[in-house]
């Protein structure tokens, strides 16, 4: 019998297993369910392609997306092995002619869309007695989970079709999520057998992260790329920005300065955003600008850099699309531009979405709470003057070291502010408030801003009402998000978030003392408030 490492060489070309790929292997080829967490790009596909070559019968892969399904059958043609897709891109011609031929076993991978599990046409297939499925493995397996950033409720099928199975295969599920709730519902939903659970690092050395609050988002990206295009011509990078609207404007603009350039969303028609990709992918455009809806699935290993033209919605998907920079181990970097209204755009597509449609309004509930938790930890990720890399390792539940070395904080050179007298003022300012305000409102009474709002709720009587007017803007926000972070105020998860006191506030009043960190560079900025 061929080895894994034979497997590995002849039709997938590598001389070794990456981490974690030959423990996940093994345990399958034993008949030990797995799951499996990697970051993307880590490799996991190799981890049920390999089992598949090397057990009997047929192996079944489920998968969310169709692109994704396409192209690994693609790519495992091309390798000289037999695997077919199922899912809705395929004619009812098409269709049965696959299931024929699987059912004479000429597949050993079959890729099949969740919803198609439990079709008719499916079932009797699966269900023939000729038909063996030895394996059944679940890519994205964090789409089971309602914690998840992408729940299918499609996904849910997999346990009902299992069951109508008469001999249950091994389950392998795969997934770049390592959040503990959504590996406990993996786990539980899909009912996993003793399985052996491994993560592997989600440390990417490779990657340098940066945050930039650039005033002209689209001057620093040009001038980011010219500098780019002159250290390394032809790099490939993405540009992520959260709506259509965004993704088009910069792509023509950036195309009027004569880079090359293509786009990607979800407004374009199948074909041309096909197009589009295949022109990126195969180098005949740099430059891709998209919305989120790009890039799963997409296994380009040279891409230079990933910029984020706005926040993402949570951390989750940050460093999923963010890495997928450097893929091949080069050096690679990673963006991220915060302005202003980006957190309150997210704030409204996580409001009105309808993704979750599906379910009762008790649990769109907790998702939604849930998601403004998520966005308020990378609204504090844009915010932080901590190591970047340490605060998403932490944020994955992982242990690192302090600093990198290798992220805009940490090569940023610092300085620290004592802060305690102004935070003092911010508790007394919130304690004399007779109910609860957002950052903003509290920001105008301390900077002592002359509007309605504030005249309104008498708050120009506040006794700390401009009591720190030499302040900017973002620096006084600074301060406050600061003032969450380390637990002296507390940011509510209402649908007007406000800030509260908490048990540690009155430390302040007591002696405890409030330092943070303020750029040296950003001191010798220009004013904000130019006249003109
Ligand atoms: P994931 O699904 O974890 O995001 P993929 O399975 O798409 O990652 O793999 C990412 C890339 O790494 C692919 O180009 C794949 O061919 C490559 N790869 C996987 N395993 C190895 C290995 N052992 N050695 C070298 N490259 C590998
Ligand atoms: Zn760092």
Known sequence: MQSAHGLLKQYFGYDDFREGQKPLINAVLEGQDVLGIMPTGAGKSLCFQIPALLMQGITLVVSPLISLMKDQVAALNQA?????????????????????????????????????????????????????????????????????????????????FLEKLPSRPVLGAYTATATAEVREDILDILKLRSPLVLTTGFDRSNLFFGVKKPRDKYRELETYIKEKEEKMPGSSGIVYCLSRKNVEEVCYRLREAGFSVTRYHAGLADAERRENQDDFIYDRKQIMVATNAFGMGID???????????????????????????????????????????????????????????????????????????????????????????????????????????????????????MTEQAEKVVRC?????????????VDVLRGADNQKIRQRDLNENPEYKSLSDMTVPRLKQLLNEMIMQGFLALSNDDYPVLELTDRSDELLEGARLTIKVSKKEEKQPPKFRKK
């Open 300 to 418: 380009k290993p040279d891409v230079r850099f990933v910029i984020h033209y706005n926040m993402p919605k949570n951390m989750e998907s940050y460093y999923q699309e963010a890495g997928r920079a450097g893929r091949d181990g080069e050096a690679a970097e990673c963006i991220l531009y915060f302005g202003a209204s980006d957190q309150r755009t997210n704030r409204f597509l996580i409001e009105s979405g309808e993704e979750n449609e599906e379910l009762d309004r008790e649990a769109r509930r907790i998702i939604l709470q849930r998601d403004l938790e998520r966005l308020q930890q990378i609204t504090f990720y844009c915010a932080t003057s901590e190591c970047l890399r340490h605060y998403i390792l932490d944020y994955f539940g992982e242990e690192s070291g302090t600093e990198c070395g290798n992220c805009s904080n940490c090569l940023e050179e610092f300085e620290f502010a004592d």
């Open 430 to 442: 919130i304690q004399d408030c007779q109910r609860s305000f957002g950052i903003n409102l509290i």
């Open 80 to 160: 000289g092995i037999h695997a077919a897709f199922l899912n809705s891109s395929l004619s009812m011609g098409q269709y049965r002619k696959a299931l024929s031929l699987a059912r004479e076993g000429r597949y050993k991978i079959i890729y099949v869309a969740p919803e198609r599990l439990e079709t008719e046409g499916f079932l009797q297939f699966a269900l023939s007695p000729e038909v063996e499925i030895s394996f059944l493995a679940i890519d994205e397996a964090h789409c089971v989970s309602q914690w998840g950033q992408d729940f299918r409720p499609s996904y849910l099928k997999i346990l009902s």
